[in-house]
């Protein structure tokens, strides 16, 4: 069993930045692979970004290439999503996830624990 805790959720203005953190406990944090996911209310939830259990390998959203960065630290049992040049499309409610299977997947299926969300709104 894996726990996933988000912070670093808020309210910024069109432009600016945020850097969410997840902590993660319980079974070998390395062992997973980890993810971000954001819903907006009465749509699915949406593949942001992942990290492969070494940090070595990323993959983004079209929509956040470019100006969001994911990376892990897995001394701290952490991962994180910096986002810059944030827009008000980006509002979202986002989930921090951990796949215990090899390779990506872009489906919220392929992800086995899921934090409990935290709220980004960017005002324009």
């Known amino acids: ?3 996933l805790v988000e912070s670093g959720g808020g309210l910024v203005q069109a ?4 850097r969410l953190s997840c902590a993660a406990s319980g079974r070998t ?20 970004s992942y990290v492969a259990r070494s940090g070595g390998t990323t993959y983004y959203a079209d929509s956040v ?11 701290k049992n952490t991962v994180y999503l910096q986002m810059n ?6 509002t979202a409610v986002y989930y ?9 997947s872009y489906s919220p299926t ?10 980004v709104t960017v005002s324009s």
């Open 1 to 3: 069993q894996v726990q």
């Open 15 to 18: 432009g600016g930045s945020l």
């Open 29 to 48: 944090f390395s062992s997973y692979a980890m993810g971000w996911f954001r819903q907006v209310p009465g749509k699915e939830r949406e593949f942001v």
């Open 65 to 75: 290439k470019g100006r969001f960065t994911i990376s892990r630290d897995n001394a």
């Open 85 to 90: 040049s944030l827009k008000p499309e980006d």
């Open 96 to 104: 921090c996830v951990a796949r215990s299977r090899l390779g990506l």
């Open 110 to 119: 392929g992800y086995e624990y899921w934090g409990q969300g935290t709220q």
